[in-house]
């Protein structure tokens, strides 16, 4: 009879000091459990030696042995968590200097949290007020389907109509690319009635660099909020967010920032919204770091913040995050940003583009607003040539199939 057959574990256990002829609590017990534990593949595990954590003391304890972990709930690795080169709880603390540097903010104006869309979600939920009157959310006709999804969900969610609250501005019959005169005549004629004007600093599809000091000074002159999707910017074009007085930012850093598909997303609140724009949704994150994790005495504070449920919010964006920063994703991002730099890598780019610009420069008849993409149109199906260079040995991107 096989003794792990179903059944409470105490009956399991019953069987098997029966089985054994011993009692319970004894060492043979715990011997038999453990060779007969389907689960124990151990050696496909990392378990720390002893002497490996920080606490130990190896005049009690032979530090070569695999130390005992009972570390299974909420902070799993928990010296991870707060000690070593990179401490986990703070782990996006440490570059978001970096990343501050890179889209001209201070770094108390930026956050490092979430995906894109997200951050664009909780960044509308507080910037996005609509009233009778002013109501619409300005952006262009072809903005990144997220964006687009998003903008649409956000007046549906505040009780407004898509068809009368979309404002899409769309390129003159026969142009490819909207004017900077028109984008400003259209915020100054509708601009009462706008909420906020949200525009990408580069157009994902064309590649027009879109004049963000003035539009942002051009929305906000209005009585609007102006925001930046910077996804397809960060990293491509000069950005001075803080300078230009953007009221709030999102990007993601999986482009031209190089940490990868799914990587750790960008958000920027203008110091001068850091008191009056508050979060819609609030979570641990956005408590602020003394008071919800210390370096000391860490566990106190813990116990101190469950027990007291009271949030001490942080001003501006660092008050937007919810969760704990996945440490993985935040390991690509910074190795991205200490090899590039603010500056040298957007030098690069530009460099590189110029280049291709010049060797095919006789497509073109006049320059163009961009930053570092380039927008190319064929006389053929695109998918043809996206699959000639593949076989060419040339990695491109999917998007090339966009019509």
Request: glycine share 8%; hydrophobic share 40%.
């Amino acid at each position: 009879m096989d003794p792990f057959d179903a059944n409470s574990p105490r009956k399991v256990l019953e069987r098997v000091s029966t089985l054994l002829g011993c009692s319970q609590t004894s060492n043979e017990v715990a011997t038999y459990l453990d060779n007969h534990d389907q689960l124990k593949h151990r050696e496909q595990f990392l378990l720390p030696k002893v002497a490996e954590l920080p606490p130990s003391d190896l005049t009690l304890v032979d530090g070569t042995k695999e130390c005992i972990y009972f570390v299974g709930n909420s902070l799993g690795g928990v010296h991870g968590h707060v000690q070593g080169s990179r401490p986990w709880a703070w782990a996006e603390n440490n570059i978001e200097g970096l990343m501050a540097n890179v889209v001209g903010a201070k770094a108390e104006e930026v956050a490092l949290m979430n995906g894109l869309t997200v951050n664009l979600h909780i960044l509308l939920l507080s910037f996005y007020k609509p009233t009778a009157k002013r109501h619409k959310i300005l952006l262009e006709d072809k903005a990144f389907p997220s964006d687009h999804y998003a903008v649409e969900s956000q007046i549906q969610l505040k009780g407004y109509d898509p068809q009368q609250s979309m404002l899409l501005m769309k390129p003159r019959p026969g142009e490819e690319v909207l004017r900077t005169e028109d984008i400003l005549d259209t915020i100054e004629k509708e601009g009462d009635s706008i909420a906020v004007v949200l525009f990408s600093g580069v157009q994902y599809y064309t590649g027009q660099l879109f004049d963000m000091a003035t539009i942002t000074n051009a929305g906000q002159n209005k009585g609007c909020y102006v925001g930046l999707d910077c996804a397809h910017a960060v990293g491509n074009a000069e950005l001075k967010l803080h300078d230009w007085g953007v009221d709030f930012a999102c990007w993601c850093s999986y482009k031209y920032v190089n940490s990868g598909a799914g990587g750790l997303a960008g958000a920027f609140i203008h110091e001068k919204n850091a008191r009056t724009v508050k979060p819609a949704l609030t979570g641990w994150w956005g408590h602020d770091l003394k008071t919800r994790l210390g370096h000391i005495e860490f566990i106190t504070n813990i116990l101190r913040f469950c027990l007291t449920i009271e949030m001490d919010l942080l001003p501006g964006i660092s008050g937007f995050r919810l969760s704990n920063q996945p440490i993985l994703l935040v390991c690509p991002l910074q190795a991205s940003l200490e090899v590039t730099g603010p500056n040298l890598g957007l030098c690069y780019n530009q460099l590189l583009t110029v280049y291709l610009e010049c060797l095919i420069q006789h497509y073109y008849n006049k320059d163009e607003e961009r930053g570092c993409q380039l927008s190319l149109s064929f006389s053929v199906p695109i998918a043809a040539v996206f699959q000639e260079l593949e076989k060419r040995g040339v990695a491109v991107s999917g998007f090339m199939y966009i019509q």
